[in-house]
């Protein structure tokens, strides 16, 4: 089982990323999937989740409205589209997936916002 994370880096407040996850080695569509990340010295946190049909999501109230989750069960990734990034979005963002008990985590992307 592999997750891959990338797109990650430094960008400007108010600027854009998009981070990627690629997964193989499990069945793919019939999982939950997630981002989290981890702030310096911080807990991990849920920032979205995406059901395994793409039929909904849901969002930390801290995002809403400037990142979006989104994922193609034929290429088996999944993806973050992250707008108007401010300073406190800077984190390790690790993609999860979730299948009732199963988890699967990836190695995680570093972002920082900052000017």
């Known amino acids: 089982v592999q997750l891959g994370e990338s797109g990650g880096g430094l960008v400007q407040p108010g600027g854009s990323l998009r981070l990627s996850c690629a997964a193989s080695?499990?069945?793919?569509?019939?999982?939950?999937m997630s981002w989290y990340r981890q702030a310096p010295g911080k807990g991990r946190d849920l920032v979205a989740t995406i059901s395994s049909t793409a039929g909904s999501t849901n969002y930390a109230d801290s995002v809403k409205g400037r990142f979006t989750i989104s994922r193609d069960n034929a290429k088996n990734t999944v993806h973050l589209q992250m707008n108007n990034l401010k300073p406190e979005d800077t984190a390790v963002y690790y993609c999860n997936a979730r299948f009732y008990i199963t988890n699967y985590w990836g190695q995680g992307t570093q972002v920082i916002v900052s000017s």
């Open positions: 080695g499990f069945i793919f569509s019939s999982y939950v």
